[in-house]
């Protein structure tokens, strides 16, 4: 009945106007090993470049990486500078961390439209994209404030969709797996006269490796492609709904949580040239629904029963227990916390080029609307039967001018953006960027700029269960450097060496965490007066052009150190201050010769603070590998299959608090796929 009511809610419209970056041709991307120095990056700036020219460092993810993923977090795992907190395994509930930022200071653009969730930054990973539909990646890894607008605090995730099908062809994957894991799903392209087409089903359940882990996970996406002459079109409408237990997700003194998601999203880009100009402009909206059970309601778990009460006798129970219950007779909990927001952008931009010199413009312009029975302010004329009886809708400017100049040698550039919000008021954001090219095979960047992250609408009025926020918080803001130097070497004709180290220092103030003052049970909302974070990156990627003989295509190795120059004194930080002070990663690909392909993975974390938790050992390592083979009837049949293991060594560890994550894992999949 819950579940059929999030679904009824993904049919609401949501329209906005968003900026475009480049399309990817919807070719099969999972044996491509990209040459980094030719990789189309997207950046920051909404300017399609080159990595190797990138003022900032980044790391693109080569499509094996992600290939056997149920979520593209799984991949992000491994990623340097990257830190995925998971509370449900599967994709199921990620939050992402880049270089110490706290999950809501990372920016996720999608096809270039900047997505965003007001109501919490848990659920901005809410993707309704499977990972077969997605044919580029790539993680900044810096703050980009002035471009990306708010929440580009610490650094950015871009993806685009592959949506742009040369031909006609359907596939069928099938999974299963450890702790009852199945995954169906099906997926066909085709071609209407100038419009390319692809639409995506797939379905994913498991029982779960502990109590109350169960989930289930349904996907629906549409894409088209559509060129008319200089005109481009990009356009996607997906959804998604998620049903999970959620043992210990968010406090572990009501382990017993349930939580059902829902999310919509409908957009349109366009781009052209013309001449000596670029523009580029569209349409985005975003739907949510959220309902959270503190104490997970239904039979067999927590029922309401005739006089207002949620009672259960579940097994390790020796008496009946009251949801709530404080005092004889009374209880707090009065059902579930049920939210739903909707986000709504308009976004344009329009770029000169003459000679050395480039002169662009762009401005977001974007409404966040809340309806809850939690969060906001009381609400007029609503109906008696409806449980949104509180919201707010804020709205949100960003815009920027950028000035950018180069020649053989050097490219630098000159930014200033600016943040108005109806709540939060005006800010300024300037920033500024160079990069020196020596020779080919050189490069030395550096960049800086200042940042702003308004609070979410949880920060600012959640107050259940030991939880409580702050209507008079105010925004965060980081100011903050990065330098570095990349190398690219091509010892053969098909081989490539990337190696690029960076430092990064990045100040914070009115930082906003969720604190628990020593003595007190209570998590409370607040601002941290000014922090500092510094830290670096070194990774070497090696790629190679698959060959007849068995041989490394792809390997990549990483090492990310930070520190901070405060602790938790007095109180203990939820966020803020809990964050991965070392990290080596590795990614180690082999194929060539067969149909076989061997990819083994591995990362090896040191964490600052108490929200992760291992056993025996100060230095957590998670360690996987795939194997995955092809085949075909040389003519219009094709089928690919693999095998894949998480957590090799069933390390126990939890990534948030007491929420334990799987321990080894096993999937199996087969697709078919034919082709006209």
Known sequence: MRLNNVKRALLLPAFALVCNAHA????????????????????????????????KSLTVLQPAEWQTSASITEALEFIPGVDVQSRGAWGVQSDISIRGGSFEQVALRVDGVRWSAPHTGHHLMNIPIDPEDLGHVEVVKSGAGPWAGVGAFSGAINMETRTASTGNRASFTAELGSFDWQRIRAHVDWNTGKFSHGISLSRASTSGHIQNSDATIQRLMYGLNWQAGAHRFKGLIAGETKAFGAQNFYTSVYPHQYEE????????????????????????????????????????WYELTDDGFYVALLPIMSAPDTAGLYAPGLSWYGGANQHRSTVGSANALARWTSGNWTVSGAADARTETIQSNRLGQPLGGVAEDSPYTLGETRQNLDAYTSVNWSNAKWEASATLGVNANSRFGDTLLPAAQVVHKIGEHARLFASAGRSVRHPSFTDLYYNVGGAVGSENLQPEYANQGETGVRFIMRPTDVSQLFVEVSRFYRQGTNLIDWIR???????????????????????????????????????RLSATWMDANRASAGFTSNYVLDFVRTKYDAIVRIEGGSPLALTVRGSMQERNGVAMQWEDSQMLQLWGADLTFKG??????????????????DVQYADRGSVLQPGRMVRFGLTFEWKE
């Open 517 to 555: 003052y020593d003595g007190s049970s209570v998590y409370e909302a607040a601002n941290l007066s000014e922090i500092e974070f510094r830290g670096g990156d070194v990774s070497v990627q090696y790629t190679e052009q698959q060959g007849e003989s068995l041989q490394v295509t792809m390997a």
């Open 632 to 649: 075909d009837d040389g003519d219009r049949l094709a089928w690919k299959g693999s095998v894949r293991l998480d957590n090799l060594f």
């Open 24 to 55: 990817t041709e919807n070719a099969d991307t999972t044996q491509v090993v990209v040459a980094l120095d030719e990789a189309a990056v997207i950046g920051v700036d909404f300017e399609t470049q080159t990595a190797v020219d990138a003022p």
């Open 261 to 300: 998601t829902g999310a919509a999203v409908a957009q349109l880009t366009w781009n052209m040239d013309q001449g000596d100009w670029y523009f580029s402009g569209g349409v985005h909206g975003r739907f949510h629904q959220d309902r959270f059970e503190l104490y997970r309601e239904g039979e067999g």
